[in-house]
């Protein structure tokens, strides 16, 4: 077993302990490093994907760039605010549209401003990364106890070794992580984390020669099933060579019995379900399978410590609020609960 950055044995090599480990890229993740590299303390991020942004990442395309994941967001909390304001003020991010409508017409929901990336809804994140170490390409298979420390082991057999352990992935694949390696947590919470299931969502991505107009707001709530949702990344601001460039949602019941279905059966049938709404031949379908979209119930607070020392901490969109507002608080409580 490779043991990388350090010997094999923490007692021999407590100089070159990671002061801190964060796993996934994701919006919690990156919001916890960057609160810990503000207060001085160092952090190694591990993620699987090529890139930072979790669900939350754009797709490139010979026509131009997809938000494929997470659409927008919407703020309730204060200091999420303050935050939001911030990236506004850094032409990170900007306000898309006051709500969307639905198949009736009417605008869902209070009428919120809803923010999306300048570039793409990982714009904040890949701001949030600049001077963070990330690890891209870094599956973890397992999380262990090594004496007084916690040891992460990724697919290619590293192992990193740390006193501060953060785990931001959805709380299923954290289990594992942690389940795998033996870590024992105790029952009254394992069956609250046991509850959190995400719904699936399986996604198409469309480029259009002709400008398709659905919405005057760039976006369209559809009736849920088949399809949840339709958007024009255009009407974002994101780069196109092509006049329309939808990403198209699956509803959780059609994404669930469509998860093992073929790649090109589906990309027929959500067109063909889409097809009054696109009008023309596609130049180009892509099709992406989310496993996890949103969390059907939620862990009532916005983190949980499993250990003190060392510190092992769960966080994410499974934690107290779902999306990207849910995982925002829930990254900043994380950090906040890691003692000095
Ligand atoms: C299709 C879709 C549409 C959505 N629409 C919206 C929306 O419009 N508005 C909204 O507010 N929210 C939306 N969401 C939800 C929102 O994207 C999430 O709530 C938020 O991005 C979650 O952030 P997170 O950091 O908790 O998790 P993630 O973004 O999932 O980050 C976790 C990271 O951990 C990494 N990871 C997982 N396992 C491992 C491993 N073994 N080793 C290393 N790394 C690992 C993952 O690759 C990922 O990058 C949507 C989500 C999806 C999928």
């Known amino acids: 077993m490779k043991q990388t950055p ?29 609160k810990w590299h503000q207060a001085g303390m160092s952090s190694v991020i591990l993620e ?19 938000d494929h994941g997470a659409q927008f967001f919407e703020v309730t909390d204060s200091s999420f ?33 809803c923010y999306c990336g300048r570039d793409g809804m990982n714009s904040v994140l890949k701001d949030l990364s600049t001077g963070l170490d990330v690890r891209t390409g870094q599956r973890v298979e397992r999380i262990f106890r090594q004496q007084d420390l916690w040891a992460v082991e990724t697919e290619d057999a590293t192992v990193y070794q740390t006193r ?12 594992s992580m942690l ?33 398709v107009n659905f919405s005057e707001h760039g976006g369209l709530w559809l009736s849920g099933e088949p399809l949840s949702w339709i958007a024009d990344n255009a009407s974002k601001g994101l780069a196109a060579d092509v006049a329309s460039m939808l990403t198209i949602h699956a509803g959780p019941l059609f994404s669930r019995q469509h998860w093992e279905t073929d ?33 059907v119930e939620l862990f009532p607070d916005r983190m949980l410590v499993i250990n003190q020392d060392p510190w092992l901490c769960l966080a994410g969109d499974g934690f107290g609020q779902s999306g990207v507002e849910g995982a925002y608080l829930s990254g900043m409580a994380a950090a906040e609960a890691l003692p000095d």
């Open 164 to 175: 501060a352990l953060l785990v931001t992935a959805p709380v299923p694949q954290a289990l």
């Open 48 to 66: 699987k994907s090529r890139g930072v942004g979790g669900r939350m990442s754009r797709r490139r395309s010979e026509h131009g760039n997809f």
């Open 263 to 295: 790649a090109s059966e589906v990309t027929r049938i959500m067109l063909k379900a889409a097809s009054e709404w696109i009008q023309q031949e596609p130049l180009a379908a892509h099709y992406h399978r989310w496993r996890y979209h949103q969390p």
């Open 179 to 211: 389940e795998k390696g033996d870590v024992s947590i105790n029952p009254r919470q394992t069956s609250a984390l046991a509850r959190i299931d995400y719904e699936p969502c399986l996604t198409l991505m469309v480029a259009l020669a002709q400008k």
């Open 81 to 113: 605010q303050q935050q939001v304001d911030r990236w506004q003020q850094q032409e990170l991010i900007r306000n898309w549209s006051r709500g969307f409508p639905d198949l009736s017409g009417q605008v869902r929901g209070p009428g919120l401003p």
């Open 6 to 34: 350090m010997a094999s044995s923490p007692s021999s090599s407590r100089e070159t302990i990671l002061p801190s480990i964060i796993i996934g890229a994701g919006m919690s993740g990156l919001t916890a490093a960057s």
